[in-house]
């Protein structure tokens, strides 16, 4: 079946540390990326998407690229900021009409 | 961006009784919408698809007759919780569909529900 691995937390950086939280997933064919961002006490945010293989995702400084060979997103961002503390969740969608399968989330915090 | 409300955002009840949670797209229509669930420090898991016109399709293991779902127009989208009990707070999250303009889903706010 289809299943989002991620890398378990939590991260804990320093502020403006590299940052990559890693991201695999199992799908049958060719489905959607993404990574959705949940600050403290609210729903979820769209981070940033990717649809196919290649492709770059990028928002407010994160990247992630869709890897097909791989099947890996794996989350990037040069240099976080205290800002930046919350839960992320990587997850597949494998067409615009099926449910979003996420990630077991990944929280990061950083210190200032 | 396209927007969806919840209401409440947050509810506390006594055991047994039963709670009306609403799931609305403020800028566009949705003929289908998503009812996810998440216990605290945890990942979402989709509890049911809920479809305008029509019965929702809920997940297995999943107890319809305890989380009912009613898609009754284009915008609006409710969860009950019947009976509640105290194993049944969690925060409910919902989401919509954009199917005519972008096809995206797009994430209610959430609502946390305690059972007491």
């Known amino acids: 079946g289809n299943s989002v691995t991620q890398m378990e937390g939590p991260v804990t950086l320093s502020e403006e540390a590299f940052l990559t939280i890693n991201c695999t997933y199992t799908a049958t064919g060719y489905p959607s990326l993404f990574w959705y961002v949940q600050y403290p006490g609210e729903g979820l945010q769209l981070l940033l998407k990717a649809t196919k293989a290649d492709d770059k995702g990028s928002n407010k400084g994160f990247e992630a690229t869709y890897r097909k060979e791989t099947t890996s997103f794996h989350l990037e961002k040069g240099s976080v900021q205290v800002s930046d503390s919350a839960v992320y969740f990587c997850a597949l969608q494998r067409s615009s009409a099926s449910k979003i399968i996420f990630g077991s989330g990944t929280r990061l915090s950083i210190r200032p | 961006g396209a927007v969806v409300s919840q209401h409440p955002s947050w509810v506390i009840c006594k055991s047994g009784t039963s709670v009306k949670i609403e799931c609305r797209s403020l800028?566009?229509?949705?003929?289908?919408m998503f009812w996810y669930r998440q216990f605290p420090k945890q990942s979402l898991m989709l509890m049911a698809t809920s479809n305008e016109g029509s019965k929702a399709t809920y997940e297995q293991g999943v107890e319809k007759d305890k989380f009912l779902i009613n898609h009754a127009s284009l915008t609006l989208s409710t969860l009950t919780v019947t009976s509640a009990h105290p194993e049944d707070s969690s925060f409910y999250i919902c989401?919509?569909?954009?199917?005519?303009?972008?096809?995206?889903?797009?994430f209610g706010p959430g609502t946390r529900l305690t059972v007491l």
């Open positions: 800028d566009f229509q949705a003929t289908t």
């Open positions: 989401s919509a569909r954009d199917q005519l303009y972008t096809d995206t889903q797009y």
